[in-house]
């Protein structure tokens, strides 16, 4: 009986573990990093906003602030593909500022040229990028930068 009590109190105690509010809930077989920030990714989730850095949307955070050593990670909520790709550090460029390079995962840290999460589908996670170098990097999706489906990372 006691072995009966102590596993239901243990189930129950890691079943709620995943409903804490502001947990990580991951999609199954994501492959999240339990150490990186996540950015979570989706068009429908995440609405058009005014941030200091210009128009954001569709992902959250849209606007994050970091340490330098961290490393961010991208999980895709939606059942469709998007990027996380850089656009820079000198603000959100009008006009798609993408080539089809931004559909290859590359780079490992913000600070790389380019960096991107390559397309990225549905219901999965990026490869985890580090942020070794303080500054503002400016980043959005290859197939939906005019919607405009931008975001920001500030890293300290």
């Known amino acids: 009986m006691n072995r009966i009590y102590w596993a239901a109190l243990l189930m129950l105690t890691f079943g709620s ?15 999240i990093s339990g150490k990186a920030t996540i950015i979570h990714v989706s068009l429908i989730k995440y609405a058009k906003q005014s941030s200091p850095y210009g ?10 602030t970091i340490q330098h050593g961290s490393t961010v990670q991208f999980v ?14 000198s603000g959100f460029p009008s006009g798609d500022p993408f080539s089809n390079s931004a559909l290859t995962q590359s ?9 991107s ?14 942020a070794n170098t303080p500054g503002t ?3 959005g999706c290859f197939y939906h930068y005019a919607t405009p489906m931008r975001g920001v990372i500030v890293v300290q």
Do not use: I
């Open 17 to 31: 573990a995943a409903c804490t509010p502001g947990a990580v809930s991951a999609p199954a077989g994501a492959g």
């Open 76 to 89: 895709n909520d939606d059942t469709f593909s998007h990027t996380a790709s850089s656009v820079g550090t």
């Open 55 to 64: 128009e954001v949307a569709g992902y959250s955070p849209n606007v994050v």
């Open 137 to 139: 990097y400016y980043f």
């Open 107 to 115: 780079g490992k840290d913000l600070a790389d040229a380019n960096w």
């Open 117 to 130: 999460s390559g397309s990225l589908q549905g219901n999965t996670a990026s490869q985890t990028f580090s």
